[in-house]
């Protein structure tokens, strides 16, 4: 039998005195919840960085306890399978989170294989560049790809784009990628270059994008896409990120033209509003609206109180065929109460003119599933 020695409990004793004196004895508190309709081994994330595998359907709870106030966003990287995550995103309490609840389903089990929208998202970094580079930039963004929207070869729509902070120079280009087959880490080519807005930091999917084709949506959805950022100082990329993450973002993508704006205005001009939020921290992944608006005044996203969210950064035929480009403050946050209105499509996208200066055209923003 082993004795306790009085010193070494005096010890531990100033000891937990001294984390308490600096809140070093703070509570923490985990987050959990259960999955089901895998059809095999899947990824869950937590705050984009806290990854947990998971052999199939099970409960589970992140090892990362956060404290209290902390907010958390638990997303899957489950490239085979269609997921959606409730009570996934939020602010901690003072009790553990354990009603986060994850139903995945095959895409072989929809119609045609593919009559839903598919919502990725992805956290760019230097450690996912292969080889890894040291950088303090990082970037978030995503994409939306409509499977029921196709061309006549066989491409769907696809929109999105990235937000870039923190790189010491300018990019000189943002990609997306596709990784050798099977090997989601490798490194592939482009399959098609984003604009850079006027801003520097934001890149957009341009509008002539004719989308991706069906190799290419077979490696969105075995984790093989990915976007790249290179730098002069990093040529073969400063940052990447899979384009994987499911679940923990509020999306929408809308049309806009004369006949939303109430009452209808007679202008000709069309644009197209694309919105991703992080559902935990209420920041922009990714916001902009490409519009044919001439002498745009103002854009940005309103609801029935007045404007929501101003789209600071206005630019003229950003892609050189005359489409106009409006995008947000980079790092901008929608507030407790837009959220609100988000759920409850009361939010639309807006832009102004001089001709029109309550609207010229608008969109609803409805979130998609």
């Given amino acids: 039998m082993r004795l306790r020695r009085p010193l070494g409990a005096s010890l531990a004793a100033a000891f937990a005195a001294a984390l308490v004196s600096c809140h070093g004895t703070d509570a923490l508190f985990s987050i959990g919840g259960s999955i089901s309709g895998t059809n095999g081994p899947v990824v ?5 960085e806290n990854d947990l595998n998971m052999n199939g359907d099970g409960d589970f709870t992140f090892t990362q306890k956060l404290l209290q106030d902390e907010t958390f966003n638990v997303q899957v990287a489950n490239p085979t399978g269609r997921c959606t995550v409730q009570n996934g995103a939020g602010t901690v309490g003072q009790s553990n989170i354990k009603d986060v609840n ?4 095959d895409y072989t089990n929809f119609p045609a294989g593919l009559l839903q929208i598919v919502i990725r998202s992805t956290n760019l970094t230097g450690a ?3 080889p890894a580079v040291t ?3 990082s970037a978030v963004g995503g994409l939306i790809v409509d499977p029921t929207d196709k061309d006549p070869s066989g491409n769907v729509n696809t929109v999105g784009g990235l937000v870039i902070t923190g790189l010491a120079q300018p990019p000189t280009s943002v990609s997306i990628n ?3 087959k099977g090997n989601p880490t490798s490194n592939g080519p482009p399959i098609v270059n984003l604009i850079l807005a006027a801003d520097g930091v934001t890149a957009i999917v341009p509008p002539t994008f004719v989308g991706l084709n069906t190799t290419q949506l077979a490696a969105l959805f075995a984790g093989e896409l990915y976007f790249s950022v290179s730098t002069p100082a990093n040529p073969n990329g400063e940052l990447r990120g899979a384009i994987e993450l499911q679940g923990g973002v509020g999306t929408s993508v809308s049309g806009l033209d004369n006949t939303q704006v109430v009452p209808p205005t007679t202008s000709a001009a069309t644009g197209a509003g694309v919105l991703m939020v992080d559902l935990a921290t209420f920041k922009l992944d990714i916001a902009y609206i490409a519009h044919t608006v001439t002498g745009a ?4 996203i309103n609801s029935t109180a007045g404007q929501a969210l101003p789209f600071a950064n206005l630019q003229d035929d950003f892609d050189g065929v005359g489409t106009n480009l409006a995008t947000p403050v980079a790092g901008a946050v ?3 109460q837009n959220l609100l209105d988000f759920d409850n499509s009361l939010l639309f996208f807006n832009v102004t003119s001089a001709t029109f200066p309550n609207g010229e ?6 979130p998609l599933q």
Wanted: charged fraction near 15%; aromatic fraction near 0%; glycine fraction near 10%.
């Fill in 44 to 48: 869950l994330r937590l705050n984009g």
């Fill in 178 to 180: 596709q990784a050798q």
């Fill in 135 to 137: 950088t303090n930039a």
């Fill in 334 to 336: 929608l507030t407790e």
């Fill in 102 to 105: 994850i139903s995945c389903a």
């Fill in 128 to 130: 996912k560049v292969n």
């Fill in 297 to 300: 005044t103002s854009a940005g």
């Fill in 361 to 366: 055209i608008r969109g609803n923003i409805s």
